[in-house]
């Protein structure tokens, strides 16, 4: 059974950092595209961040340059470090891993399986 446990989020004042982490279970983070996707209230959910099993990471437009995404193997994890965060970055985050050893860079959720509960980041200024 795949299991997908998020944790970090919190309340930070713009401009602050945070790191997002998920243990995986059932499924190992550096054998699959793992993903980042977030998903504020009336909106769609949005790919945030992937990277491949060869290390290629993919992000949306709006976090490149701010956001890094990255595999721990010994702990079967995959983080998400977010720096200047804005407040449009407030959303409940969620790992997800997908069949496939590539990623779409299309950040398509459709090509994702597993998903986690999700994490609640709030961003105020």
């Known amino acids: 059974q795949v ?13 602050g950092s945070l790191r997002l982490s998920c243990v995986a ?5 550096i054998w699959r595209c793992m993903a980042w996707f977030r ?5 769609d959910r ?9 290390g290629d990471t993919v992000f949306a437009d709006s976090v490149k340059g701010r956001f890094t995404i990255s ?4 702990n079967n994890t995959l983080y998400l470090e977010m720096m200047n965060l804005k407040d449009e970055d407030t959303a409940i985050y969620y790992c997800a891993a997908a069949r ?3 990623c779409d860079e299309s950040l398509a959720s459709s090509g994702f399986t597993y998903w986690g509960q999700g ?3 709030t961003v105020s200024s």
């Open 3 to 15: 299991q997908l446990l998020e944790s970090g989020g919190d309340s930070v004042q713009a401009g």
């Open 46 to 54: 949005e790919g945030v961040a992937a990277i491949a099993v060869n």
């Open 25 to 29: 279970s059932g499924v190992t983070v």
């Open 119 to 121: 994490t609640q980041v």
């Open 71 to 74: 595999t721990d193997n010994a």
């Open 39 to 43: 998903q504020n209230a009336g909106r």
């Open 100 to 102: 496939t050893s590539w």
